[in-house]
């Protein structure tokens, strides 16, 4: 909760989305690495080169995408110790459709059951253990993505196969 107290300027900057996304999934990535040495993931890349340099708060950005990318290694993390022969990937994309960017982050890890997808953007909602998480990061991305940034953010999940996170942006803002 203290993380996401914390201000950055709040100011809007132009950045390359890309390479923001990039070093965002790489940090979370080898962050979970560094406790978990064992844990391997492929992380597949697909930008779009076409995407100029966007109006974002980018330290607010960057923390959803890290919030997405340490749930996603969570689930990837889960479902390698229950399946040892698992290959965890990480999909992460970026495409410009007319005056939007959609960047797409998809894990082929446990995948949230259908009955909880609707509730995944309510603060203190968790699918994870007591204790392993305070259910404010999916609530706390929901409200920088629709309320700082006038972007969308959806979810798509099926249980034990997948899970997607889907943002929207403007391109001016």
């Given at each position: 909760m203290l993380q996401h107290s914390r201000e950055g300027s709040g100011e809007k900057e132009?950045?390359?989305?890309?390479?923001?996304?990039?070093?965002?999934?790489?940090?979370?990535?080898?962050?979970?690495?560094?406790?978990?040495?064992?844990?391997?993931?492929?992380?597949?890349?697909?930008?779009?080169?076409?995407?100029?340099?966007?109006?974002?708060?980018?330290?607010?950005?960057?923390?959803?995408?890290?919030?997405?990318?340490?749930?996603?290694?969570?689930?990837?993390?889960?479902?390698?110790?229950?399946?040892?022969?698992?290959?965890?990937?990480?999909?992460?994309?970026?495409?410009?459709?007319?005056?939007?960017?959609?960047?797409?982050i998809k894990d082929n890890g446990t995948g949230i059951p259908k009955e909880k997808v609707d509730k995944i953007f309510q603060p203190f909602f968790t699918t994870k253990p007591s204790g392993q998480g305070t259910g404010l990061g999916l609530s706390m991305s929901y409200d920088i993505i629709t309320k700082s940034h006038q972007g969308t953010i959806e979810i798509q999940s099926k249980e034990n196969e997948f899970t997607e996170f889907i943002i929207h942006l403007p391109l001016t803002t």
């Open positions: 132009l950045v390359d989305l890309n390479q923001l996304l990039f070093e965002s999934v790489n940090l979370a990535y080898h962050g979970v690495r560094a406790t978990h040495k064992e844990f391997q993931c492929a992380l597949v890349e697909q930008f779009d080169t076409n995407i100029p340099p966007i109006k974002v708060i980018p330290q607010d950005l960057s923390r959803v995408i890290l919030n997405i990318a340490n749930n996603a290694f969570y689930a990837l993390r889960e479902k390698s110790i229950s399946q040892p022969a698992f290959k965890s990937e990480l999909q992460i994309s970026t495409s410009l459709l007319d005056q939007q960017v959609s960047i797409s």
